[in-house]
């Protein structure tokens, strides 16, 4: 199903093929597309901007001058147990054309996180004055296709300066391809508070505040569906989030310990683009740019993890706590 490639490509690095009719929903008219479109993309934009936000540090104390470390991060933000975020209720009441096949006047639908398949939807109204007919079955979810995830990955440098202050970059090389663009970069600040002390270098522990901002933009074509023809059909998405955390971490040769508080706050843009032409008995209804979707995100995480030091090699994990928990890993070659 092409929403394999709709929802793990532009809101990571993962690709895949197959077919999404979340476009057919067009034939309802711009009013109900929008309201459903808005409520089955809510919860995958939520833990999108969850997921890039993570990965921002893996130890408290600030490498110094001229110190550097580059990172192979990778995240999976889970939402196995999120029945919440799998599914909403769609009343037929608060559309204006849409109708279930069997008769059903309210029913749970799912999400673009969700399992629910098989659910027909039925047109028989006039749709800006011309006659539209047509029955389709509303897209499903990542769920559906045994995916109970969605991950980001990217790679991060980070530079040490003076004063206990590291500076810090991330970025996904741009990916192109017929059907799918995305790119991903942000960039970050640490600051070592601890290095002000006297005795720094004989304390146990380090602190430090961390504060991070991700930009991620994607593309992705699914022009071709049985309901609505057109040409250029494609969403165009772009989420940011900013991480401020506070962080404290052990100070040992080896191995390691690091936790952090952080507030999350984001956004997701998500354009429909394209030219879409609805069959009538008469003339066909065509939409250019139909509509677009924002939708905000904030919350609190914490997290717990440990760093493994081999020389010029080292390996790190944290799991973070939130609304939309997410696993975080990196592979780190440095100088420290």
């Known amino acids: 199903?092409?929403?394999?490639?709709?929802?793990?490509?532009?809101?990571s690095a993962t690709m895949g093929m197959a077919q999404s009719n979340l476009n057919d929903i067009l034939a309802a008219g711009l009013n109900d597309a929008e309201r459903f479109t808005t409520a089955w993309m809510a919860p995958v934009t939520e833990a999108s901007v969850y997921s890039i936000s993570n990965g921002w540090y893996n130890s408290a104390d600030a490498k110094p001058l001229g110190g550097f470390e580059i990172s192979i991060v990778g995240n999976?933000?889970?939402?196995?147990?999120?029945?919440?975020?799998k599914s909403f209720t769609l009343?037929?009441?608060?559309y204006e054309n849409?109708?279930?096949?069997?008769?059903?006047?309210?029913?749970?639908?799912a999400t673009a996180l969700g399992d629910?398949?098989?659910?027909?939807?039925?047109?028989?109204?006039?749709?800006?004055?011309?006659?539209?007919?047509?029955t389709f079955e509303l897209p499903s979810g990542l769920s559906s296709e045994d995916l109970n995830f969605v991950p980001s990955g990217y790679i991060q440098a980070s530079v040490g300066l003076i004063k206990g202050t590291e500076i810090k970059a991330?970025?996904?090389?741009?990916?192109?391809?017929?059907d799918v663009k995305i790119g991903l970069y942000g960039f970050g600040v640490q600051h070592d508070f601890t290095k002000h002390l006297p005795a720094d270098k004989l304390l146990p522990v380090a602190i430090s505040a961390v504060v991070g901002y991700t930009n991620l933009s994607g593309e992705y074509d699914f022009t071709n569906t049985d309901v609505i023809n057109g040409e250029n059909q494609r969403i165009d998405a772009k989420f940011s989030s900013w991480n401020f955390s506070a962080v404290v971490s052990t100070r040992l040769p080896v191995i390691n310990f690091y936790g952090g508080l952080n507030y999350i706050t984001g956004k997701a843009d998500t354009n429909i683009l394209g030219r879409y032409e609805i069959e009538t008995v008469a003339q066909p209804i065509v939409y250019n740019d139909p509509f677009n979707i924002?939708?905000?995100?904030?919350?609190?995480?914490?997290?717990?993890g440990t760093k493994l030091k081999l020389g010029f090699f080292r390996i790190n994990a944290d799991y973070n706590i939130a609304e939309f928990s997410t696993l975080t890993f990196g592979i780190n070659f440095g100088f420290r």
């Open 1 to 11: 199903m092409k929403k394999i490639v709709l929802l793990l490509t532009l809101f």
């Open 98 to 109: 849409l109708t279930f096949v069997d008769g059903s006047t309210s029913k749970e639908v």
């Open 91 to 94: 009343n037929t009441a608060d």
């Open 170 to 178: 991330r970025f996904l090389p741009k990916i192109n391809t017929d």
């Open 116 to 134: 629910i398949e098989g659910v027909d939807v039925a047109i028989n109204a006039l749709v800006q004055g011309q006659p539209v007919s047509a």
């Open 294 to 304: 924002s939708n905000k995100v904030s919350g609190v995480s914490g997290n717990i």
């Open 76 to 85: 999976i933000t889970g939402f196995k147990n999120k029945d919440d975020k």
